[in-house]
């Protein structure tokens, strides 16, 4: 199984310029995890899916974000218009079953300049 | 909600000494407790982990141990090596699938 997988890898955009993160979970894990990471916040989660159903998304910090997953193998993360304080490393986990670890994927460094 | 303390932020251990990192959590509920290693630039990587109808695990030169009634659990790392250094975080599961993280130590093994 090649992980969970994330793109871009790095991304550089404009202020106000709309984001589009995207992850795709390993194959038969159920739950997927949108976090932010930063040195002054640490981990963050923004939100989570399970059989591709948003069930907490309290994390969002704003409206300007909004993530989907319209199926088992896809997410996306939206940040729609970005801003400088939204730089921060985003991590995408998958887990097959409750109360067992995550896989993270190796993450989408954005920087909004 | 769940609430996770680590302590300490930054530790420097000699080569081949032993690390401990000790997190606290809030919520008597909680019953999974993972533990990740972050190498600089990549990304957290699940190392060990325990559950609470246990107190103690080891993996070779890790271990985790948990303390139910005081509400914390540490990881113990022993003959520390250069590869070691990494930021290490504790987590605690809070409701099925949630986990909340602490806040991260960095772990500096000095050859």
């Known amino acids: 199984d090649a992980g969970v997988i994330q793109s871009p890898r790095h991304e550089v955009t404009e202020m106000g310029q709309e984001v589009t993160l995207r992850c795709k979970p390993i194959?038969?894990?159920?739950?997927l995890f949108w976090y932010r990471q930063t040195m002054m916040r640490g981990l963050e989660l923004l939100i989570y899916f399970n059989n591709n159903v948003p069930i907490d998304d309290s994390g969002m910090p704003e409206d300007r974000f909004s993530a989907k997953m319209p199926n088992a193998s896809f997410s996306t993360l939206k940040i729609q218009p970005s801003e400088p304080r939204d730089s921060a490393v985003y991590f995408c986990?998958?887990?097959?079953?409750?109360?067992?670890?995550?896989?993270f994927g190796s993450g989408t460094r954005l920087t909004v300049v | 909600g769940e609430n996770v303390e680590q302590h300490p932020s930054t530790l420097s251990v000699q080569e081949g000494d032993s690390a401990v990192i000790k997190c606290t959590y809030s919520d008597s509920a909680s019953n999974y407790f993972p533990w990740y290693k972050q190498e600089l630039g990549k990304r957290p990587q699940l190392i060990i982990d325990i559950r609470s109808n246990v107190g103690e695990k080891k993996d070779q030169r890790i271990a985790v141990t948990l303390n139910k009634t005081a509400k914390h659990f540490s990881l113990h790392i022993t003959e520390t090596q250069p590869e070691d250094s990494a930021v290490y975080f504790c987590a605690v599961n809070s409701g099925t699938y949630k986990y909340i993280f602490g806040t991260g130590t960095r772990l500096k093994v000095l050859a």
């Open positions: 986990a998958s887990s097959f079953q409750a109360n067992y670890g995550y896989t």
């Open positions: 194959s038969g894990h159920n739950s």
